[in-house]
């Protein structure tokens, strides 16, 4: 039984060797690849040799070792578990039969496979009846590319003649798998060509060393209007170029067609282009020359840049009107980053720090260097508070300019801080106020001079005065004890402007320390209801056409301030309330308590005051539209007086009033604490 398994065949003839050659050579010339050749060369070599059992081997790049492709049997046998096992298994060069050729790079002949020490897969083999093997590489020059492998039943010996055929086959296939493989690889690349040339959004024209179209793809149709067919073959400067750029175009073209010398190629150019309706626009060129023996061949890649440069304008103009607003506001601007310690200005943040831009972004210390010595720990202070604080940025300070002069900026600034809360920069603005702030100090000074000037014309003013009503005084006595009554009108008339005079003279010099923040006043508790009722006593008896009339007398309403000046605030509510009363005769006066404070008001029903004007009523200087003058006449100085001392009291002032109707001046002060000290000063 083992004899007869064991049974040589007879040798393949050299007509059957012939037959499955030729069926090989066949089946490559009409295939386009190794894998749609493989079944046909298995089959042929397979069935006109006489093998029941043959497979594929082809090396796997990425593991480095060979995995089975295609396998193909006799039609009266099978093999499954062989197959199946030779599927899932892999050889490293060296190991099993397809390993062995690999790594020698020979066919090889094993007439028993169960004699031979590197078959792997023997067991299987064996028990599906295989027994001898053969096998070849399939190589292009010294590159592997893999294995066929023939199995057969019968145990046979090699035969040279085979093994042969087999050498030279292993090298046609292999010379047919490089080639199909190469010609596939074109074919991809032209393929991915054609999709990158239809998908581009850039018009990409090709033209010989003519200047002639020879590619133009689906972009170039839709930016200059013309299909391909319309422009292949055609001159492209004729196509795309407006006539005044052609000649330039043809002379470059030619020179460097002939020296190979040209300054376009392989720059990035921005020219005017032209559609075939005529219409120019900007684009922007890149042209490469490809590499190809023979004339040479150009590709232009060509970017309608229309609204770049559109969006560039604009951007520039927008640029340019903020330069321009800066400049009328004096306004500029600056950015600090933290990180390089690099500023940027704006134009005319430059002009106010009186530098010309450097055309690079210097460092901090431009900045530093122009503040001024004695403002420099007050800025140092607001950039640390700011950045460590989170305080706004926000100060006034002077700076001197390179060329020496003085200016003030007013700087206003926001931290910018990266997610983590790091500052990385720091954004503001800086105003020139270097105008404002001299303007300021002019006012302030005109202001002092003035309250100065009060001041000294109404000490000056003080002592004649005095001296003038001390003589009237002593006129009145004399036409008292004479009787004479020619006197007593003339020195009625002087005492009563003298007594007008001396009040304004006290008022004016009132005015200059309330100006002056010098208003003095002594606080000492006292009674409000007598303050006030002593006051409505006096002027009484100088209006005597007047009646005032006191209501509510809340006894014992103790206050804590200087009694003088509330009385000062008193007659003059009072004198204004006489003065504007018109044709009304009454005034009513209430004394009041509400919760802790003392209140007294003043009613009069005379002129009122108009409603767009009573909220400057407490103003210095504010005389109502329709206050009489002549001896009515003031200076708008009382009010503005009585505000100062009522709020100086921690106290209130304010007013009701109708045009035509009246007005209610009312002034509440806080309560004295009635502790057993206040009593004491009181008594
Ligand atoms: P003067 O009375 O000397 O002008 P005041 O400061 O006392 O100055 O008053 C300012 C202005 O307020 C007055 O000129 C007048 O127009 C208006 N005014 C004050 N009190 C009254 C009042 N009781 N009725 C109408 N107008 C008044």
Not at 511 to 522: N, P, Q, T
């Amino acid at each position: 039984m083992r004899e007869e398994q064991r049974m040589t065949t007879e040798r393949v003839g050299t007509e059957q060797r012939l037959v499955a050659q030729y069926a090989v050579s066949r089946t490559l010339a009409e295939s386009d690849s190794l894998d749609a050749a493989t079944p046909q060369i298995l089959d042929a070599i397979g069935l006109g040799l006489g093998w029941d059992y043959a497979a594929l081997w082809l090396v796997d790049e990425q593991r480095d070792v060979l995995v089975c492709g295609d396998t193909w049997h006799a039609l009266v046998v099978e093999f499954p578990e062989f197959e199946s096992i030779s599927q899932r298994i892999s050889f490293a060069t060296g190991v099993g039969l397809p390993g062995r050729v690999w790594a020698s790079g020979e066919p090889v002949w094993i007439a028993d496979i169960a004699r031979d020490a590197n078959f792997a897969r023997l067991r299987v083999a064996a028990s599906e009846g295989l027994h001898t093997a053969m096998a070849f590489p399939i190589l292009f020059g010294r590159r592997f590319l893999g294995v066929f492998e023939f199995l057969g039943r019968e145990i046979r010996e090699p035969d040279p003649d085979i093994l042969d055929m087999l050498v030279s086959l292993g090298s046609q296939i292999g010379q047919f798998a490089r080639r199909t493989r190469a010609e596939a690889a074109v074919r991809e690349s032209e393929a991915r060509k054609a999709a990158i040339l239809e998908s581009a959004l850039d018009a990409i024209v090709t033209m010989n060393h003519e200047g002639r179209v020879i590619e133009w793809n689906p972009a170039a149709q839709r930016i200059f209007g013309y299909t391909s067919d319309e422009v292949v073959d055609r001159e492209m400067a004729e196509l795309i170029l407006p006539p005044a750029l052609r000649q330039a175009h043809r002379r470059g073209l030619k020179h460097y067609v002939s020296t190979g010398e040209g300054p376009i190629i392989g720059k990035r150019l921005e020219l005017t282009a032209m559609r075939s309706d005529g219409f120019e626009f900007p684009v922007e060129l890149t042209v490469t020359r490809i590499p190809v023996d023979g004339p040479p061949t150009f590709t232009g890649y060509i970017r309608d840049i229309t609204e770049r440069k559109l969006a560039l304008e604009q951007l520039k103009r927008s640029e340019a009107s903020l330069a321009e607003a800066q400049r009328i506001a004096h306004l500029g601007s600056w950015e600090w980053d933290l990180l390089t310690d690099e500023v940027r200005w704006s134009d005319e943040t430059y002009r106010i720090y009186g530098i010309t831009p450097c055309g690079f972004a210097p460092t901090a210390d431009i900045f530093w260097q122009l503040v001024h010595p004695q403002d420099l720990a007050d800025v140092r202070q607001a950039v640390r508070s700011t950045l460590e604080e989170n305080q706004p940025y926000d100060i006034e300070h002077r700076i001197v300019r390179p060329d020496g002069t003085e200016r003030v900026v007013h700087r206003q600034g926001e931290v910018i801080r990266e997610a983590a809360g790091k500052p990385v920069r720091m954004v503001g603005t800086v105003l020139d106020v270097t105008e404002r702030s001299r303007a300021l100090e002019q006012a302030e000074r005109a202001l002092e001079l003035r309250n100065h000037f009060l001041s000294m014309a109404s000490h000056e003013l003080k002592t004649p005065v005095t001296l003038l009503k001390g003589y009237a005084q002593l006129l009145r006595n004399q036409a008292d004890r004479t009787g004479d009554a020619m006197l007593r009108k003339p020195v009625g008339v002087i005492e009563r402007q003298v007594g007008r005079i001396h009040r304004l003279v006290d008022e004016l010099l009132d005015v200059s320390h309330v100006e002056g923040g010098r208003i003095k006043s002594e606080m000492l508790p006292f009674d409000l209801s007598a303050a006030v009722l002593e006051v409505v006593d006096e002027l009484q008896a100088t209006a005597p056409g007047v009646e005032l009339q006191v209501h509510e007398r809340a006894g014992g309403l103790r206050v804590l301030g200087d009694r003088a000046r509330i009385q000062q605030v008193v007659t003059n509510l009072l004198i204004n309330a006489v003065k504007y009363s018109g044709n009304s005769k009454q005034v009513d006066i209430v004394l009041s308590q509400h919760g802790d404070r003392a209140q007294f008001s003043v009613t009069d029903y005379g002129i009122g005051i108009p409603e767009e004007q009573q909220g400057r009523v407490f103003e210095l200087y504010f005389r109502g539209s329709n206050a009489p003058g002549g001896n009515y006449g003031g200076l708008g100085l009382g009010l503005y007086i009585g505000n100062a001392i009522v709020e100086q009291h921690g106290g209130e002032i304010g007013m009701v009033s109708e045009e035509g109707k009246g007005s209610t001046f009312h002034v509440s002060l806080p309560l004295a604490d009635t502790n057993p000290s206040d009593r004491e000063l009181q008594s």
